[in-house]
């Protein structure tokens, strides 16, 4: 695996210039904020040694570098989900490359059902925190010292200092921000009523089928990380209706200008 992520990580510094400190993963219907990307260079998945072809609609599939917010940044446009048949190890490989090239701050975004009696379709949510519910482990098995620890901390998984700024932002130009703990569940089915109002009692105000397993191998990776989750379909109960990857998609399109927003305002503002 070691061996792997430099091979990956020697390819890619080989095709860019000044390597960035900033990792973006763009999530289903979010891909849009690569057009605030100035100056870019695009690196297609498929001619990347070792990393993952994406395989679902809407994720297409490309390393983006350039200029975001004032500041160098990488970001990922189609994301590896478990669902998809990959491996954790997959899942989470361009995050280990991430770390290797030198990244100390992990952007991300997904497309969530809100669980919480107070949230809309449209809105944005701060994820304060998360509940892992998948079946395997992204750190299960050796762990490689140069890496991380074998028993890292998750206390601040999501950067307190991060959220501040992103909750300020968003404060300053009026755009409304719900925050809350996010579930992260294997999919690929959305959830059946219970399912939603299980995720509720035991503590979620949204549920998607990603972001977990890479959050938690960039805290392994001593990255900052700062996710939202865009609520496009509510599981709150009552409120349910049918749910279709399309009505996903649709949703999360009219709401990401506003969260490109808050997100392209915290890279300004990192020191
Ligand atoms: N459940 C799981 N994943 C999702 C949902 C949902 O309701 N909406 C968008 N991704």
Redesign the pocket.
């Known amino acids: 695996m070691l061996t792997k992520i430099k091979e990956t990580a020697t390819f890619i510094k080989g095709r860019v210039g000044e390597m960035p400190r900033i990792a973006i993963i763009l999530g ?1 219907g979010l891909g849009e904020l690569v057009h605030e990307i100035d100056n870019k260079e695009e690196i297609p998945y498929e001619s990347i040694p070792n990393f993952p072809l994406s395989t679902v609609e809407g994720h297409s599939g490309k390393l983006i570098f350039g200029e975001l917010g004032g500041k160098k940044v990488i970001a990922m446009q189609g994301r590896f989900h478990y669902y998809e048949g990959y491996t954790m190890q997959e899942v989470t490989f361009p995050i280990r490359v991430f770390q290797s090239l030198g990244i100390q701050y992990l952007f991300v975004s ?4 809100g669980m919480n009696g107070s949230f809309d379709i449209g809105d944005i949510m701060l994820i304060d925190d998360h509940i892992n519910t998948f079946p395997e482990h992204p750190l299960r098995g050796k762990n490689y010292k140069e890496l991380g620890v074998r028993f890292p901390d998750m206390s601040n998984a999501y950067d307190k200092d991060l959220r501040l700024l992103a909750m300020q932002i968003a404060k300053e130009n009026n755009i409304k921000l719900q925050h809350g703990v996010y579930v992260g ?1 294997q ?1 690929p089915t ?2 059946t009523p219970a399912e ?1 109002n299980w995720f509720r009692i035991i503590g979620g105000d949204a ?3 990603s972001t977990v397993p890479e959050v938690i191998v960039a805290n392994h990776a001593k990255m900052k990380v700062l996710a939202f989750s865009i609520i ?2 509510l ?1 709150v109960i009552g409120k349910i209706v049918e ?1 279709t990857h399309e009505d ?1 998609q649709e949703a999360a399109k009219v709401a990401q200008p506003k969260m490109a927003f808050i997100m392209q305002e915290v890279i300004r503002n990192i020191k």
């Open positions: 289903t997904n497309a969530a059902g569940t999919g959305f959830e939603y549920v998607g089928m496009t379909d599981g749910v996903v």
